[in-house]
T-cell receptor, first 115, second 117 residues
């Protein structure tokens, strides 16, 4: 069965420093991977996705993610963190066996950027 | 990106009453909509998948008669929490996919905070 794991409940980083939010995946076929961000009491906002092609995917708000097949990882990165980036981040993989676009989410990582 | 609107954003209801939550795709036709439930500081739990014009597919452990889902058109799906109880209090989120957005990503509504008193 497909799954994603986010090993860190929380990531703390100082403003201006680079940030990384980790995600590893487990799929039987080709992975369709996504990152979403959630602000308090709001729905999820799409950041970026990997379907095929370049391993480095660029997304919204300066975020990017690197698909690494050998390490089965899809870590989210940003060169310089902003306080406004503080939010809950979810990694997700598309379910191959179910309905189109059914997503399986990780447990989420709370990113806290200190000024 | 595509826009999904969810209404209401917050609702408080008395125990035993029913509450309806609407999810609309504003600029695309959503062939599939998903309903999630999120508990505090936890991930999203998929409740059900609905395809326009057909019955919803519920995840294991989700009561069909309690959480009624209707997807009568390509732009609207509704979730009705029937005979609500305090344990139904939660954050409910819908997502939609289909149409011009292709079949590789889903877009989410803003969520509905349900409080049952």
């Amino acid at each position: 069965a497909q799954s994603v794991a986010q090993p860190e409940d929380q990531v703390n980083v100082a403003e201006g420093n680079p940030l990384t939010v980790k995600c590893t995946y487990s799929v039987s076929g080709n992975p369709y991977l996504f990152w979403y961000v959630q602000y308090p009491n709001r729905g999820l906002q799409f950041l970026l996705k990997y379907i095929t092609g370049d391993n480095l995917v660029k997304g919204s708000y300066g975020f990017e993610a690197e698909f690494n097949k050998s390490q089965t990882s899809f870590h989210l990165k940003k060169p310089s963190a902003l306080v406004s980036d503080s939010a809950l981040y979810f990694c997700a993989v598309r379910d191959e066996g179910g309905a189109t676009n059914k997503l399986i989410f990780g447990t989420g990582t709370l990113l806290a950027v200190q000024p | 990106g595509a826009v999904v609107s969810q209404h209401p954003s917050r609702v408080i209801c008395k125990s035993g009453t029913s509450v309806k939550i609407e999810c609309r795709s504003l600029d695309f036709q959503a062939t599939t909509m998903f309903w999630y439930r999120q508990f505090p500081k936890q991930s999203l739990m998929l409740m059900a998948t609905s395809n326009e014009g057909s019955k919803a597919t519920y995840e294991q452990g989700v009561e069909k008669d309690k959480f009624l889902i209707n997807h009568a058109s390509l732009t609207l799906s509704t979730l009705t929490v029937t005979s609500a109880h305090p344990e139904d209090s939660s954050f409910y989120i819908c997502s939609a996919s289909g149409g011009a957005t292709g079949n590789t990503e889903a877009f989410f509504g803003q969520g509905t905070r349900l409080t049952v008193v």
